[in-house]
């Protein structure tokens, strides 16, 4: 098993570009990262301010990468092709979901884990909040809390054609390297300015970008509405914070009042993956946190995470890092 600890987010890019294989090239502006079968990373700016990017590749092995530091980020962007893996009766299932987005990330820490061929191309641009709050948005005359009507940690998906423009115009401008650090921050201060425009945030505001009307499970439509959402999300929050509690799907339903199939269908559509998923990584993450603690015994691990059956929760760990606790244990007791 790979593993990687990052205390910052520019040591997790590098991190993470490495175990792709990818080496950086001398370039005169920008960073570039590239490997000898055509893929590459490209990008422009910083993590602590803006950063845009544009880049290709294909995850060569299993890793993990743990980042030790809070990230918060207005993201926005276009996958062309993205293959996740998804948990299906314990077996991993490739997931594809390429299409434009935008999300108000937030996340304290953590642990990703990555799979041998799962392949990415797109664009991305990058606001670290900090910045967003007390430099672009002062200097665009608007409040710290002028974008507060993005649900955080919501993918949206439905952008509109004026976000989308300007995207595809900073892919251009990376793509031929003629991006500036004067054209860096004009092009964030037009996204931002575009986003919070009425007609723009109305769209964000009411949901409209969240999900379509309608939903299509299979060859039936489920109609959502804006209360539906507002209840996904609050499960999606409930699961955050004490996923140890998590029993079944239809509990969640009867505690939050929505249908079982609206808020399976709902979630997965928002959160670009499935309730187990979601709780599965949350679960996990907590797990490998608590391993790294040589006072807890792994029966107690399984217990706080949720888990009636030690064997159960071996077998998920093992699933989604591709080694045992014990081992994940014995590994991180080496590296320190």
């Known amino acids: 098993m790979i593993y990687h600890q990052a205390k910052d987010p520019t040591a997790y890019q590098t991190i993470f570009y490495r175990q792709i294989g990818l080496k950086k090239q001398e ?44 990230t918060e980020y207005l993201h926005a962007g276009i996958i062309y092709e993205g293959v996740t893996y998804s948990l299906v009766d314990n077996h991993m299932k490739e997931f594809a979901t390429p299409s434009a987005f935008l999300a108000m990330e937030q996340a304290a820490g953590g642990i990703n884990c990555w799979k041998k061929g799962q392949h990415f191309k797109g664009v991305e641009i990058s606001v670290e909040l900090g910045y967003l709050r007390e430099t672009l948005l002062p200097f665009l005359g608007l409040s710290a809390e002028a974008l507060d009507f993005l649900e955080k940690n919501v993918r949206y998906l439905h952008l509109p054609e004026e976000l989308q423009d300007l995207i595809f115009r900073v892919e251009q401008l990376l793509r031929k390297q003629e991006m500036t650090e004067s054209l860096l921050r004009s092009l964030a201060a037009e996204f931002v300015s575009q986003l919070v425009r009425p007609e723009i945030r109305s769209v964000f505001a009411n949901g409209e970008a969240m999900l379509t009307g309608k939903i299509k499970v299979g060859k039936k439509e489920i109609r959502m509405k804006k209360e539906d959402f507002q209840k996904i999300i609050q499960v999606h929050d409930r699961i955050r914070d004490h996923a140890e509690t998590f029993v ?89």
Do not use: C, H
């Open 248 to 336: 079944t799907i239809y509990a969640l339903s009867q505690e939050f009042s929505i249908g079982e199939q609206k808020l399976k269908a709902g979630f997965q559509k928002l959160y670009q993956q499935t309730i187990w998923d979601y709780a599965n990584q949350v679960r996990m993450n907590r797990a490998a946190v608590l391993l790294k603690d040589p006072g807890k015994s792994i029966a107690e691990i399984s217990a706080l995470t949720g888990y009636q059956s030690q064997a159960a929760f071996r077998k998920m760990f093992k699933k989604w890092s591709g080694t045992t606790p014990g081992k994940f244990r014995a590994f991180i007791r080496e590296e320190n």
């Open 27 to 70: 370039e005169e502006t920008g960073n570039s990262w590239r490997d000898d079968e055509g893929g590459y990373i490209y990008t422009f700016g910083t993590m602590d301010t803006i950063q845009m990017g544009i880049g290709e590749y294909t995850v060569p092995v299993d890793f993990l990468s743990e980042f030790q530091y809070d």
